[in-house]
Structures are given as structure tokens and as C-alpha cells.
């Protein structure tokens, strides 16, 4: 089998960017610009990943977002390394969590917040578990 990699995580947004504006902000992303087919694009660089953004405009045939949790991709994970040192910095920055950070099992820490149009994202500390 041929080798696979991971490329990018595409979101579609009623303001692309306002939310490239808050991935930037609050988690340090870095927004790339571009013109694709004559109209602006924008990108974001995260941890490594690629972020894609596209425009929902009225009558473009999008449907609203599923209710979460859902079938499908429900969110995407962040690597962090001291999650409520990572938290705590974000609720300064107004963020709203929608699970607070806590160990669902042994050697690892999460907790999830709301991006912008309430695009779930995890934040993840992982840790050796004793033998």
C-alpha cells in the first residue's frame, strides 16, 4: 500500500475571517493568504497541520452544522504539553470550554473547547502511564 499522510482539516465559515482572526489569537496559528481562481483564500498553519477555510454564503447549498455530538468528525485534537496550564490561559482569553480538563484514563488529560461557529476542538496532554 502506497504511504499515507495526513494533509489538512477543511471548515467552512459565514465569516472565514473572523475565524482565522480567532485561530490566530488564541491558539497562535498562522494565517496564509492566497488567491485561488481570482478570489482570496485563506489558510492557517497549526501545529504543523494545515487548516483550510472556505465561505458559506446564502443559497450556496450548505447545510447547518450537525447538533454535537454527532456522527462524522465531531472535532479535531491538539497536542499540548501542560493541559490546565493551557486552559488556564485560554479562559483569560474568554474561551468557552465545553468539558473541562480532566483524565478520562490514565496517562492522558483533555479538555475541549468551542471555536468559532462551534467547531469542537480537543486539547490533549499525554503522559507515561506507570508499568
Do not use: Y
Not at 471548515?11 to 482570496?40: C, H, Y
Amino acid at each position: 500500500m502506497a504511504a499515507i499522510v495526513f494533509d489538512h482539516v477543511h471548515l467552512r465559515s459565514t465569516d472565514p475571517e473572523a475565524m482565522a482572526q480567532w485561530f490566530e489569537r488564541i491558539l497562535g496559528a498562522e494565517i496564509l493568504r492566497s488567491v485561488e481562481q481570482g478570489k482570496p483564500r485563506i489558510d492557517l498553519k497549526l501545529g504543523g497541520a494545515k487548516i483550510f477555510i472556505a465561505p458559506v454564503t446564502p443559497g450556496d447549498g450548505v447545510n447547518p452544522p450537525p447538533a454535537l455530538p454527532c456522527r462524522g468528525l465531531d472535532h479535531f485534537g491538539l497536542h499540548v504539553e501542560n493541559v490546565d496550564g493551557v486552559a488556564a490561559e485560554l479562559k483569560q482569553k474568554g474561551v468557552v470550554f465545553t468539558k473541562e480538563p480532566h483524565s478520562p484514563r490514565p496517562g492522558i488529560r483533555i479538555c475541549f473547547i468551542r471555536g468559532p461557529e462551534d467547531v469542537s476542538i480537543e486539547l490533549l496532554e499525554r503522559s507515561p502511564v506507570p508499568a
